[in-house]
């Protein structure tokens, strides 16, 4: 079975550092991997998606993310956080064959810090 | 581009009481998701729709939750009777199928709240 995990429930850093959201996979087979985020009260937004043979991916306003096969990883990433990247972030997994079934992992709520 | 619509964005309601979610989502999309987000459980996938047809519906947590795509343009979920613990944010989100890494688009959601 499908499954992906973000093992930290909260990431705190301060505005002007680099900040990292983890996220591990397991699946059988080559997945299609996202990072969305989500705002208080509204849906999710995308944010970005590994494509096949970059290991590391750019996305919006600003964020990027790494693969890491033998790792099984695709953490998100940005150089410099902003107060108002301060959200809860999700990673998802869809397999690359049969159907579009998308699972997501419980969500990092990231703060930044002024 | 109008966006994934859901409707109501609150529904209040009281125990055995039948409740209906609605979703209109992006046209053209093929695809159709209805998840259901708790602090407990997270963001749950309870069923999905291509082309109007239910493809999984392993997520639907009993039979008393219901899910139907009529057309193109519209899906409901129908909870009958309603529990205080159903009581969560639904999420209708649609995609395309150009290829297989669309991301999904959600709409803002349903807050439901079971008394």
């Known amino acids: 079975a499908q499954s992906v995990a973000q093992p930290e429930d909260q990431v705190n850093v301060a505005e002007g550092n680099p900040l990292t959201v983890k996220c591990t996979y397991s699946?059988?087979?080559?997945?299609?991997l996202f990072w969305y985020v989500q705002y208080p009260n509204r849906g999710l937004q995308f944010l970005l998606k590994y494509i096949t043979g970059d290991n590391l991916v750019k996305g919006s306003y600003g964020f990027e993310a790494e693969f890491n096969k033998s790792q099984t990883s695709f953490h998100l990433k940005k150089p410099s956080a902003l107060v108002s990247d301060s959200a809860l972030y999700f990673c998802a997994v869809r397999l690359n064959t049969g159907g579009f079934k998308t699972i997501f992992g419980a969500g990092t709520r990231l703060f930044v810090k002024a | 581009d109008a966006g994934v619509i859901q409707s109501p964005r609150h529904e209040v309601t009281e125990m055995g009481q039948e409740v209906t979610l609605r979703c209109k989502p992006i046209s053209g999309h093929d695809y159709l998701f209805w998840y259901r987000q708790t602090m407990m459980r997270g963001l749950e996938l309870l069923i999905y729709?291509?082309?109007?047809?239910?493809?999984?519906d392993s997520g639907m947590p009993e039979d008393r939750f219901s899910a139907k795509m009529p057309n193109a343009s519209f899906s409901t979920l129908k909870i009958q009777p309603s529990e205080p613990r159903d009581s969560a944010v639904y999420f209708c989100?649609?995609?395309?199928?150009?290829?297989?890494?669309?991301?999904?688009?959600f709409g803002n959601g349903t807050r439901l709240t079971v008394t």
């Open positions: 729709f291509n082309n109007n047809v239910p493809i999984d």
């Open positions: 699946v059988s087979g080559n997945p299609y």
């Open positions: 989100a649609s995609t395309h199928d150009r290829n297989r890494n669309s991301p999904l688009h």
